[in-house]
T-cell receptor
Framework: EAQVTQNPRYLITVTGKKLTVTCSQNMNHEYMSWYRQDPGLGLRQIYYSMNVEATDKGDVPEGYKVSRKEKRNFPLILESPSPNQTSLYFC?????????????FGPGTRLTVT | GQSLEQPSEVTAVEGAIVQINCTYQTSGFYGLSWYQQHDGGAPTFLSYNALDGLEETGRFSSFLSRSDSYGYLLLQELQMKDSASYFCAVRPPTLSSGSARQLTFGSGTQLTVLP
């Protein structure tokens, strides 16, 4: 089954404690992205990756890091989480070209930073 | 920067037709997509318009006018299960660095379908 998986689905942590949210896709997609979703603000892109070892900042990259060492995985790293990073996070993947318009989303990770 | 405007809420009754508009406040973009998101769920792709005009997929249709930087999603024969948030998304122009940009999403329209 074609899918994007994220772990963990729910996470409560404290300010400053480094964490990683994993994302994996089994569709051999080139493009992968991370979004955060906050009430009234829609989906805002954090980082995206065009392929292995090729990443770029989205609209709200501050406080986040990513890496793309393998095509299927695109982890999101919060080195020192702060309460303003409490949000719902989605990973997404898509193929190149026109296929980039059809993104496949993971189930989401609800993060709370206290 | 880029921004997309959508109505925040729309309410309609079962069996009705509803139109959700989306306007894009910048020049130049590559196509308009629509996504559906139920409460607590992941966004799912509905449709994509690369060219001006109407695209139909079952009960859902999507329209794009590049000259007006405007599009809409049309939902016909509304069902209770259509109650969800609907997002339009555009792919902004390529960055000056040459990097391709991924999708920019609107803030979403909450559709409530009443019995």
């Amino acid at each position: 089954e074609a899918q994007v998986t994220q772990n963990p689905r729910y996470l409560i942590t404290v300010t400053g404690k480094k964490l990683t949210v994993t994302c994996s896709q089994n569709m051999n997609h080139e493009y992968m992205s991370w979004y955060r979703q906050d009430p009234g603000l829609g989906l805002r892109q954090i980082y995206y990756s065009m392929n292995v070892e090729a990443t770029d900042k989205g609209d709200v990259p501050e406080g986040y890091k990513v890496s793309r060492k393998e095509k299927r995985n695109f982890p999101l790293i919060l080195e020192s989480p702060s309460p303003n990073q409490t949000s719902l996070y989605f990973c997404a993947s898509s193929s190149r070209g026109l296929g980039a318009y059809e993104q496949y989303f993971g189930p989401g990770t609800r993060l709370t930073v206290t | 920067g880029q921004s997309l405007e959508q109505p925040s809420e729309v309410t309609a009754v079962e069996g009705a037709i509803v139109q959700i508009n989306c306007t894009y406040q910048t020049s130049g973009f590559y196509g308009l997509s629509w996504y559906q998101q139920h409460d607590g769920g992941a966004p799912t792709f509905l449709s994509y318009n690369a060219l001006d005009g109407l695209e139909e997929t079952g009960r859902f249709s999507s329209f794009l006018s590049r000259s007006d930087s405007y599009g809409y999603l049309l939902l016909q024969e509304l069902q209770m299960k259509d109650s969800a948030s609907y997002f339009c998304a555009v792919r902004p122009p390529t960055l000056s660095s040459g990097s391709a940009r991924q999708l920019t999403f609107g803030s979403g329209t909450q559709l409530t379908v009443l019995p």
